[in-house]
């Protein structure tokens, strides 16, 4: 069973930053896909970013482009996501999740494994 554990997250004010990790648990982690999703209070669940297995390839959602980073550790089983530039609308719970497949997609049904998630509340 694949866990993941999200951390690093606060209340921050606007244009403030925030890293958040997830740990991985298993032996296989650099073969997988990565992703962060959020969810707003009220809101569907959406996708935030996804990281390839090597690092190399990344992808973010259009609302975060240019203020979030998504990286990886793969020796240490670990995702991040600094958050720079921290806007109100960026106020969710946040989850890590492992892709089930070979495609950086956006959508949930793509994502197996899912972390508890860690609340980033971004004040005015």
């Known amino acids: 069973q694949v866990q993941l554990v999200e951390s690093g997250g606060g209340l921050v004010q606007a244009g403030g930053s925030l890293r958040l990790s997830c740990a991985a648990s298993?032996?296989?982690?650099?073969?997988?896909?990565m992703g962060w999703f959020r969810r707003a209070p009220g809101k569907e669940r959406e996708f935030v970013a996804a990281?390839?297995?090597?690092?190399?390839?990344?992808r973010y959602a259009e609302s975060v482009k240019g203020r979030f980073t998504i990286s990886r550790d793969n020796a240490k089983n670990a995702v991040y996501l600094q958050m720079n530039s921290l806007k109100p609308e960026d106020t969710a719970v946040y989850y890590c999740a492992r892709n089930r497949g070979t495609l950086l997609s956006t959508v949930v049904h793509a994502y197996e494994y899912w972390g508890q998630g860690t609340q980033v509340t971004v004040s005015s």
């Open positions: 298993g032996r296989t982690f650099s073969m997988y896909i």
């Open positions: 990281i390839s297995g090597s690092g190399i390839s990344t």
